[in-house]
């Protein structure tokens, strides 16, 4: 039986305040196994993009637990969060998030320069030939096309080989048939690396490319595609 990696309950969270204060996310239990590659659904509004970031570690739980690897970031200080995470997790965004004024080296090698990583310029270089820009190393951002920016991105969320890879809407920016290059790399790469996968999208075609599907709505799970247990299924029988 696969290992638990993401273990959440009862998470709860309200962003804002007063008047303007909005119940995100209601009192949510999730399970996720290593290796799983899970898709996250809903409308807008619905807390599907919030709760990414809670599991990213970038968003902080009122209330509630959240233990990833066996770690309980629940209760870390934000610097400890944030180095777990630097080791841990690799977050594609759907903007990129590229420095301008680096080259794509740069981009890739830089963070784990500042994570005190050993050879982070051969590791970056590495990565960016795994996702086929061997040959655009030395190029900024802004010579490069959406597609290929995305995979810089993807380079650098890889280069510390993080057991847990967040995706949100990494297609959203890109024109159909650089969408589906890049989603064919997200899943290539996660098998590859037997990583787990978090790909949040409002694309149901690309959620249904994985091996489970989340719908979120109004800051709760409405459905959950996981497999029955054998001995739920055995009980329920």
Not at 90 to 96: A, D
Not at 125 to 133: D, I, N, P
Not at 211 to 231: K, L, N, W
């Amino acid at each position: 039986m696969a290992k638990t990696i993401i273990d959440l309950k009862r998470a709860d969270l309200t962003l804002g305040s007063a008047a303007a204060s909005v119940h995100v996310l209601k009192g949510i239990d999730l399970e996720i196994a290593a290796g799983e590659s899970v898709g996250i659904v809903g409308p807008s509004g619905s807390g599907k993009s919030t709760l990414l970031m809670v599991l990213a570690g970038l968003e902080k739980l009122d209330s509630g637990e959240i233990n990833i690897a066996d770690a309980p970031l629940h209760a870390m200080t934000e610097d400890q969060v944030a180095d777990f995470r630097g080791r841990n997790i690799g977050i594609v965004f759907q903007s990129f998030h590229l420095i301008a004024n680096m080259t794509a080296l740069e981009n890739v090698a830089v963070p784990l320069e500042l994570a005190n990583v050993a050879n982070p310029f051969e590791i970056a270089r590495r990565e960016l030939k795994s996702v086929g820009l061997g040959e655009r190393l030395n190029h900024y951002p802004g010579q490069l096309s959406g597609g290929e920016q995305q995979r810089v991105a993807i380079a650098r969320a890889l280069a510390p080989s993080p057991a847990l890879l967040i995706a949100d809407e990494p297609t959203g920016n890109l024109d159909t048939d650089t969408g589906r290059q890049i989603a064919d790399l997200l899943f290539s790469k996660q098998t590859e690396r037997g990583m787990t996968l978090l790909l949040v999208t409002h694309d149901n075609a690309l959620a249904k490319r994985c091996s489970r599907q989340i719908r979120v709505r109004s800051g709760q799970i409405e459905s959950d595609s996981a497999p029955i247990a054998p001995e739920a299924e055995a009980a329920i029988a």
